[in-house]
């Protein structure tokens, strides 16, 4: 274990940040709050047991963790690659009624989540579809868009 004892400076002028602490150059970074360790850990934790669950489980092994610092690990990853996917479904969905609509792309062949994107409008769509040239068959609800 390596205890390290850093100075804290205080601004009083007006400064947008009102303390700042003193990096070590190849030990500490700036904005950097967790370990690479920890980080992974709250990154499995938020995929196992999503935010506030796994906000409390953290808290019994003695790791303390916010719900949103663990759905922002979740949220950072990245996604599987897109490969050639022939037969598409897509579907729309609202995430609040009459406010925030949302559409989901899945490839049937699997039937797993490959993309999302707000709004409903064709034009995304199409435009999904012009990235990605193997799709031969759309499946889709009987939506007006």
């Known amino acids: 274990m390596v205890e390290l004892t850093v100075r804290r400076f205080f601004c009083d002028g007006h400064c947008p940040t009102r303390t700042f ?24 934790l938020g995929l196992m047991l999503a935010g506030r669950q796994a906000s409390r489980l953290a808290a019994v092994i003695g790791l303390t963790v916010g719900r949103n610092t663990l759905i922002r ?12 996917v022939e037969v598409l479904g897509v579907d729309d969905f ?36 012009a990235a990605h040239p193997g799709v ?9 868009a």
């Open 21 to 44: 602490i003193e990096q070590i150059e190849g030990l500490t970074s700036r904005y950097a709050r967790r370990s690479l360790p920890a980080s992974t850990l709250f990154t499995q």
């Open 73 to 84: 690990a979740v949220r950072s990853l990245l996604g599987p690659v897109v490969g050639s």
């Open 136 to 144: 031969t068959v759309v499946c889709r609800d009987r939506g007006g």
């Open 94 to 129: 609202a995430v609040r009624r009459g406010r925030v609509d949302g559409t989901i792309l899945l490839d049937m062949a699997d039937h797993r989540p490959i993309d999302m994107f707000k709004g409903r409008e064709a034009d995304y769509l199409a435009d999904w579809l």
